[in-house]
């Protein structure tokens, strides 16, 4: 699936890296909310930078989960079509999350 | 011709679960666990977005007990998965491998994953 081993362990320490900072200013972000009524979520997601930041957090998270859950399925997954299979699955959930993820902040952000 | 004196292992009656076997285990275990918390994520954009009894339903479903546990246990999946991340990520440039720093580190990050789930909760 994915291209050499090299690549996937850069890629996986890359986005671990990012992830450190994003996830970070993530949790802190949630926990600095003043309440979870609609209208101050809202406001936090819509504000221009933080919109960017979660499209990116949600790109490199929904990458990284990727990577992730492809070593567990070569690892446990022996038989060689349903390994197939289950990479596959995997790719195409991960890329309908991600992308669902990060066209709904989009919208939040900058739709109409 | 049975030699006596040499070594037994693994030795099973006397063998001691090391530390670092049960943060390696773990780290695979929440980073499965937060891969599907990622449906989850998308799941609150979505209500969010949606507005009105849509979010009013996310934020029922959050407030469960089973809401509750699910947000807890991620939580702490979170904070365990990124100090054990960057806890493989010292050892990815040679550093951290001798036996008393690695089990160190791995208890470090444990406590790290109890006291930020905790502070985490308490603040929010």
Redesign the interface.
């Known amino acids: 699936m994915s291209a050499s081993a090299t690549r996937h362990f850069i890629a996986q320490r890359g986005s671990a890296m990012a992830l450190v900072v994003l996830g970070l200013w993530f949790a802190l972000s949630i926990s600095g909310l003043e309440s979870t009524e609609h209208a101050v979520v809202l406001a936090f997601i819509a504000d221009p930078i933080n919109s960017m930041l979660l499209m990116v957090l949600c790109t490199t998270l929904a990458y990284h989960s990727y990577l992730g859950v492809q070593v567990v399925i070569e690892d446990y997954v022996h038989a060689p079509r349903l390994c197939w299979f289950s990479l596959l699955t995997s790719r195409a959930v991960h890329l309908a999350v991600g992308l669902l993820s990060v066209y709904t902040v989009f919208d939040i952000g900058f739709g109409a | 011709m049975s030699n006596t004196e040499r070594p037994l292992s693994p030795h099973l009656s006397i063998y001691r679960w090391p530390i670092t076997m049960t943060l390696s285990i773990l780290h ?1 275990i929440t ?2 666990a ?2 599907v918390g ?2 989850a ?2 799941y609150w ?2 209500a ?2 949606a ?1 009105g009894t849509d ?1 009013q339903q996310a ?1 029922a479903l ?1 407030s469960s007990v089973l809401g509750r546990l699910c947000l807890i246990g991620w ?1 702490f999946a ?2 365990l998965h ?1 100090a054990n ?2 806890r ?2 010292f050892w ?1 440039i040679g550093r951290g491998f001798e036996i008393r720093q690695a089990n160190a580190s791995a208890w470090f990050v444990l406590v790290f994953a109890v006291v930020m789930t905790v502070i ?1 909760w308490m ?2």
Do not use: E, N, Q
Request: avoid cysteine; proline fraction near 0%; hydrophobic fraction near 70%.
């Open positions: 695979r980073g499965l937060l891969a990622l449906i994520l998308a954009l979505l969010v977005a507005g979010y934020v959050m939580s979170f904070f990124l991340g960057v493989h990520l990815d985490f603040v929010l």
